[in-house]
Every structure is written in C-alpha cells, then in structure tokens.
C-alpha cells in the first residue's frame, strides 16, 4: 500500500488524500480524522478478504475493531443527511491503482431501521506500469457489465516498457548524485575540489537530458493504439449458478462466456491456454484489492492475570491466538527481536505464554537469570500497566516477522492473493509510557521496518516520538534524499484536513504544526514567568 484516498467515508465529507511511507505517523487535533484513514484501511482489508465482492459489509475479521456497524454510521453523516451516499475508496496496491464506489444496498426497512450494507456501484483497476485496465460497473437490478482491456488479459510487458523502466532507475540514481555533489559543492573551499564537483555535477545534469529525450521517444511508442481491444461482456447474478459472488470467480465465468460466444470475432477460444490466462488475470484482479493490516487500540492490554480464550476485549486476546497457532521459538529472529526490547522496555529478559487448561492462558515474565534457572517468573500484570501495554506491541510486531521467517517457503497461491507486506496500526502507542520510552518507540519501529521490513501507521500525540523521529532524519547525513526517508508525518487539522510534515535534511519540518502541539510546552512556561 502506497496511497489511500476516501471520500465520503466517516469524517471525510471531502476527499482525503495519503501517501503512505514506510513509517507513517498521524497526529493532530481530536475529532480531525485520523481514526477515519485507520478505520477505512480495516473496512477494505475485510472487503478483500470477503466472499461477496459485490456488497460492502462490516462484518469481517476486523469489525471488533473498526466498529461500524453499518453503512449509514460508515457514511459521513452531515453528507448522508444531504442525500450524498455514494462511499468511494481509491488506493494503490502492488502494481495497481484501484478504485471502489459503493452506494446504499436498499432493502425493506423500517424507517426506524438502519441500511446495513453498501452495493458496488463500480469497481475500476489500472495497472501502474503500462495504463492498461479493468472495469466492472452495476447496470441495474442483479446485472452488471465488465470492461477489460486486451493488454490487462495479455498483460506481458514489452521490450519498451522495461527500457522506460531502467531509464527510469537509472535517472534517479543520476538525480541523487547531483543532488548529493551540490551538497558537497557547499560544504567544501578547496578550490580544486569545487572545480571538480562542478564539472561531475555538469555532466550528470547532461546525462539527465538525454534521458529524458530517451524516455520521451519511448513514451511515444507507447500510446495506446486507437483500435486496441476492449472487452465488454454483461452478467446477471443467475449466472454465477448459486456460487459466491467474488470478484475472480465472477471474471472467469463472464469472460470465458464471452469468449465462447464471440469465438470469431475475436479470435479466443475454450482451450487449455485461456482457462490459464483467465485463472492469472482473476488472481491478478483479487491480489490488486487484497491487502493485510493488524490494527493495536489504545486499550490494547487489560489488567488482568488470565486471559480468557474466545474473548475479544482487548488486542492481547487475538494475538495470544495467533501465537497459540504458530509460537515463536526463542531462537529465532522474532524470538530474539522480541527479548531484546523487552529488556530495553524494561520488561524483563524473557517470556512464556504459558496456556491453562485449554480455556485460556497466562503471560509470565523472567526478570533475570535467576528467576529462569529456578523457574521463579512473575505475572505480566505485577509489571504494571505500561508494561502491558508495550508488550502488547512487542508480541504483535514479532508475530509478524515469524511470518515473514516462515514465509520464506516457496509462495503459494493464497500468500499471493492476501499479500506478503505486514502493516500494523497502532493508535496511542505511548500509552502509560514516561517520556523517555516514548522516544525509544521511534527506534522500536525504526528497527522493524530497517532489519525486518516491517511498516506502521502509528497514531500518536506524542512529542517525543515526532522529536525522535527528528534526530533519525539528521542522523542520515544527507545521504538520503527525501524520497527515501522512511519516516512521514502527516498534521489532522479539523478545518484544513491533513497535510504532510516534510522533512529538511537537518531534522527540522519544513511545514508548521497546527496550535497547541509542539508549541504548547513553550506556552505553558512562557505563562509559568
């Protein structure tokens, strides 16, 4: 996931674009939206993993914790009130860019009830390296008709198509030697030494023209023919035979119909080959909207000495499950990830998730040696809530690198659907934590995504986080251009929406905060003399 746009959805009554970075925090003022990009990044997961693509429900694997329980509590209400009910996603997944519309799915209700569900109104998929797409739009009643281009069936990429590919890396190699010599160019006095820079720099520059004379011609090459085939075909309901209305099953019988009835005229035929084409492009479309996301709430942990089996309550509860499923051994990398932040949390120096009776489990603490040689731990709970609360953090970003450790087996057709990338949301993470852990949280997920590949949305109100976040850009040494800082910030006002917090080489935001956020401790003291 690179970018997320909602329209209409909860606080987005007008369009709210992100860009999503490896390590992407939101702050700002309450009520400003924030929860609302979190929430609809839920709502698609469980769309994906849905088995009714044509309907938007809310009642997937991820509705403890979005909890909206409707479409009309999914809708911004001041737009609903208005008569605008049409919800629309766009997002850029993998190679491709989608685009869902969904309107209220009209039932017999009472006007005391609720409309519970949303109705594909349109579904529309490009892919990112060559433009070539996909459409499926509802016409009325139970039929719908698809749209497809020839290209997006073939889908193999020309010989054109990979030049303008590494034309493209190799000019933002080029890009950021210039960008770097020009620094050096500032910093040095040596006569000679500038002379040199300002001849490389001279010539790199030249070879970034050429590139883009190149890249011109080859984009011309690659405009798209004026009789370039697109397929049309209509489906009803009745045609899926009583099967589930996912999006690749739906695809496959449509076009294979179309294909037979137009054998022709357009050249296909019910052989082995297009029953393979039509599986990979089906399986294409449904990796395109699929997409995992784990999601932490600010009440992660509970006070409690046991934790309960089939509870829901607390993230604990879920994640306590999956390790039951699939433990992370102690000598593995998750294992080892794991222990060594528990010791710089001061949490202890191990763990063990120890189950009881079948019913429900306890989480014990070694806090030395000692205490493991005479098997003498105590209960998570002793250590406080704070302790709670970050190891909550711990064992779901270990989780997930024991997933990606024993993903290292060769993929299968699942993985490739639902996605390989772990993204985890974390709102609050500085909960019940001092100032100084609330700055080791920045390295925590620093360490995550640069040793693991890990990627976060955190949800924060914490200065020390942003502040920390700070001294990792300065830290780079003008060795990464902007593009490649992991970190992005993104400031929820209530009146402008949110806006992005670039980064300057030095650490420094080139963009202000809203009121009341870093400038509120300078206030306070300001008041206090």
């Known amino acids: 996931m690179k970018r997320i746009k909602i329209t209409n959805f909860r606080k987005a009554k007008e369009p709210c674009e992100i860009e999503l970075g490896p390590i992407t925090f939101f702050t700002g003022q309450n009520n400003s939206g924030k929860s609302t990009v979190l929430k609809s990044l839920m709502v698609l997961s469980d769309y994906g993993k849905s088995d009714n693509h044509l309907e938007l429900t809310f009642r997937g694997e991820n509705k403890w914790n979005h909890k909206i329980d409707c479409y009309q509590n999914a809708s911004n209400w001041d737009n609903f009130k208005q008569g605008m009910h049409e919800i629309e996603f766009s997002f850029d997944n993998r190679d491709f860019q989608t685009t869902l519309k969904f309107r209220p799915l009209i039932q017999t209700l009472k006007k005391t009830e609720k409309i519970q ?121 009745k045609d899926l035979r009583d099967g589930l209305p996912v999006i690749d099953r739906i695809i496959r019988m449509s076009l294979m119909k179309y294909f037979r009835e137009n054998e022709k005229q357009i050249g296909y035929s019910n052989d082995r080959n297009i029953n393979f084409t039509l599986m990979r492009v089906s399986d294409t479309i449904t990796g395109a909207i699929n997409f995992t996301v784990d999601h932490l709430s600010p009440h992660r942990n509970s006070q409690t000495r046991l934790y309960i089996n089939d509870e829901h309550t607390n993230d604990i509860y879920d994640l306590i499950s999956k390790h039951a499923q699939n433990p992370i051994k102690k000598t593995s990398r998750a294992g080892k990830f794991l222990k060594d932040w ?149 400031y929820f006002d209530k009146d402008k929406g949110p806006y992005q917090m670039r980064y300057n080489s030095d650490g420094s935001f080139k963009d202000e905060f809203g009121k009341g956020f870093f400038d509120e401790s300078s206030r306070l003291i300001f008041d206090l003399y």
């Not at 594909?120 to 009325?140: A, P, Q, V, Y």
């Not at 720099?201 to 011609?217: G, P």
Request: net charge negative; hydrophobic share 35%; proline share 3%.
């Open 117 to 237: 569900s949303g109705l594909l109104e349109s579904i529309s998929i490009t892919r990112i390296s060559d433009g070539s797409w996909f459409k499926m739009e509802h016409l009325e009643e139970d039929k719908f008709q698809i749209h497809v281009e020839e290209r997006f069936i073939e889908s193999r990429k020309t010989d054109t198509s990979r030049e303008i590919e590494n034309l493209e890396i190799y000019k933002s190699k080029i890009e950021r030697r210039i960008e770097s010599g020009e620094k050096r160019l500032l910093d040095t006095k040596e006569t000679r030494t500038q002379i040199r820079l300002k001849e490389d720099i001279a010539k790199q520059k030249q070879t970034i023209k050429d590139i883009n004379i190149s890249l011109k011609e080859l984009h011309g090459e690659m405009q798209v023919d004026k009789d370039i085939l697109v397929f049309s075909p209509i489906f009803e309901m």
């Open 342 to 490: 528990m010791v710089k949390f001061d949490i202890g120096i191990d763990y063990n998730i120890k189950p009881v009776e079948g019913i429900a489990s306890m989480i014990h603490i070694y806090e030395s040696e000692e205490d493991k040689k005479n098997e003498t731990p105590i209960n998570l709970v002793d250590k406080g809530f704070g302790a709670g609360q970050i190891f909550t953090i711990l064992l779901c970003i270990a989780l997930k690198i024991n997933d990606k450790e024993n993903g290292k087996r060769p993929m299968t057709r699942e993985r490739f659907l639902l996605g390989k990338e772990a993204i985890i949301m974390i709102e609050e993470p500085e909960t019940n934590l001092h100032p100084a852990l609330q700055s080791e949280l920045a390295e925590l997920f620093f360490d995550a995504y640069d040793n693991y590949g890990i990627r976060f949305i955190i949800e924060t109100h914490s200065e020390y986080i942003l502040r920390k976040s700070q001294l990792f850009v300065k830290s780079f040494n003008s060795e990464k251009s902007e593009n490649e800082i992991p970190f992005k910030v993104y």
